[in-house]
Every structure is written in structure tokens, then in C-alpha cells.
């Protein structure tokens, strides 16, 4: 049985959680996405993996409308992607993208 905290469960839970988005249960693919951070935070504070998380993390909180909690998902995505990724990345651009959506849609409320 692995721990929970095991980097090998955690990408299981964004697999999942990724899986679930594309089915457009956006609420459980929130749910398993948030469990595969929480357990990224204790083995890959860092790493491209968490990074992918909160990037998906992101986009099924902005389905559900919850646009500051995407903000705050796309913004940490974003940092650890920068840290990681050469300027002009695609995984850089796709989050940078998404921020900009968020912000520009705030704007306009």
C-alpha cells in the first residue's frame, strides 16, 4: 500500500482527476485534482508534476465558475512552470494564457 503522500499515488489522483474533467464531472475531477496537490506539496513542492496539477486544478475550477480560486491555481502554476520551463515555454504560454482570460473576465464583471 503506498502512503499518501506518494508521488506515485498523486499522479494516479491528477490521471483521475484529468480524466474526470474530460468527462465533464467537473466537480470530482476538482476534488481528486486538490488530492494529488495536496500530496505534491509534501513530495514535489516544485516539481512539473504539481505544476500540471494546479494547471488542471485551474481550468476545472473555472468550469465551476470559481474564477478566484483559478486565478490563484494559474498564478502558482505559473510560478513553478517560469522556475522549471525556458521563457516562451508552451507550458509557460497555455498558463499565462489562461491568467489572462481570468483577469480580463474580472474586469469586465
Not at 22 to 37: F, G, N, P
Not at 41 to 46: H, I, L, M, S
Not at 81 to 108: C, D, N
Amino acid at each position: 500500500e503506498l502512503p499518501p503522500s506518494h508521488p506515485l499515488l498523486a499522479r494516479v489522483l491528477m490521471n483521475l482527476g484529468v480524466t474526470l474533467y474530460k468527462k465533464k464531472d467537473y466537480s470530482e475531477a476538482l476534488a481528486h485534482l486538490q488530492s494529488a496537490v495536496s500530496a505534491l506539496n509534501k513530495t514535489e513542492p516544485t516539481g512539473s508534476l504539481k505544476a500540471e496539477s494546479l494547471y488542471w486544478l485551474g481550468v476545472a475550477a473555472m468550469k465551476l465558475d470559481q474564477l478566484a480560486e483559478a486565478q490563484q491555481h494559474f498564478t502558482e502554476c505559473l510560478r513553478l512552470r517560469q522556475a522549471i520551463y525556458p521563457r516562451g515555454h508552451s507550458e509557460i504560454i497555455a498558463a499565462e494564457t489562461l491568467l489572462q482570460q481570468i483577469i480580463e473576465g474580472q474586469r469586465q464583471r
